[in-house]
């Protein structure tokens, strides 16, 4: 796909999807930013494979830079991390016209941008995206967080990078099971706007699960227009417009939190959608049909359906409670009418929660 600037407020940010884009990222963060200093933020895994590919295309480009690596997975998006992020930044005297670069998933995006957003009062961050997650949904918006103990993203700014970069080429090192997982966020995409991107999920889910290069492209292109054209009309989450990007989220964030971050963030959004479409049916919004083919298209793309294991549903609904959608002590809740149409209600009652919840245990 060609090079195409997203809009969110006043910030412009250029995102680019290509074969070759890590090694061009040097060249367009170059033209993006006037700071010459980069501190690139990149986990153990990622590094191993792409981090000294990256440091040479920033160096071409005339930056001087300095790594900071991370251990893999969502335990790393926390305020300790964070901190042992600062202190790299304190000892090497970062200043404010230095750039941050996330190299990797979500977890290095949005730690990243977090730190980039509170060092000095914000400088200037970009992202070069290797999972298909960051690819499609994480990267596009400029959400920043890191998670507590006592639930998921409680501690965030919005700040949106300058750059998003993403190689298609990185997704073949990545486990099977994390690209199903980054594919949840593509599949809710289509559920909450576009009933046709879902047919072609449906489709092509062979040749999207086989990384053929053009469904890739598309997918990724699909994906970008769609959350760029939501979060550009709401790109601080004032009007709800951008709150059905939540579709799914309410329940998949609790869950992840309750099972302690040990699953994948899209599987558990992929129970949660489940668990959405199902509140949805129980509450007279939606029909049977739409709530079997929902599970239908999330069983054809190898994500879970239900819980392997036992976890209390007061536990799941008590992490729900204290979600970032609660307003004056009652919680948003992102329901679905019809595939690509969605509402906003307030009245969910907990036994409807509940007993959706429980239809994901084993």
Not at 85 to 109: I, K, Q, T
Not at 174 to 201: C, N, T, Y
């Amino acid at each position: 796909m060609e090079s195409m600037i997203l809009r969110f407020g006043v910030h412009r940010t250029e995102f680019v999807a290509a074969p070759g884009a890590l090694g061009d990222f040097g060249i367009r963060l170059a033209s993006r930013v006037d700071g010459r200093r980069v501190v690139l933020v990149t986990d153990d895994t990622v590094g191993a494979h792409y981090g000294e590919q990256m440091c040479a295309t920033l160096r071409s480009a005339g930056f001087h830079t300095a790594e900071h690596s991370i251990k893999p997975g969502e335990a790393s998006k926390s305020l300790e991390t964070a901190k042992t992020l600062y202190e790299f930044l304190a000892r090497n005297a970062v200043g404010r016209d230095a750039v941050l670069v996330a190299l990797g998933g979500g977890v290095v995006g949005d730690l990243t941008g977090f730190v980039a957003a509170t060092w000095m009062r914000g400088v200037d961050f970009a992202i070069c995206a290797t999972t298909v997650e960051s690819a499609v949904d994480a990267s596009i918006g400029g959400k920043t967080a890191v998670n507590l103990p006592e639930g998921k993203n409680l501690v965030g700014a919005f700040h949106p990078p300058v750059l998003v970069a993403v190689d298609p080429t990185c997704f073949a090192t990545l486990p099977q099971r994390d690209v199903r997982a980054g594919l949840a966020e593509s599949i809710k995409h289509a559920v909450i706007s576009s009933p046709e991107f879902l047919d072609w999920h449906e489709a092509h889910a062979d040749r999207i699960l086989a990384q053929d290069p053009s469904a890739i492209s598309e997918l990724i292109a699909r994906n970008v227009r769609i959350k760029g054209d939501i979060v550009s009309r709401d790109p601080h989450e004032t009007t709800g417009e951008r709150m059905v990007l939540n579709f799914g989220h309410t329940v998949g964030h609790a869950v992840e939190s309750a099972c302690d971050f040990d699953l994948r963030h899209g599987e558990c959004v992929s129970m949660g959608m489940l668990a959405a479409a199902r509140v949805s049916e129980m509450m007279g919004l939606t029909n049977g049909a739409t709530v079997d083919r929902l599970e239908r298209v999330l069983t054809k793309f190898g994500l879970p359906v239900g819980l392997n294991r036992n976890v209390a549903a007061d536990r799941v609904i008590s992490y729900i409670r204290r979600d970032k959608k609660v307003r004056s002590g009652s919680l948003q809740f992102v329901l679905l009418e019809a595939i690509g149409r969605t509402t906003i209600r307030s009245d969910v009652p907990d036994a409807v929660l509940r007993e959706a919840f429980e239809t994901l245990l084993p």
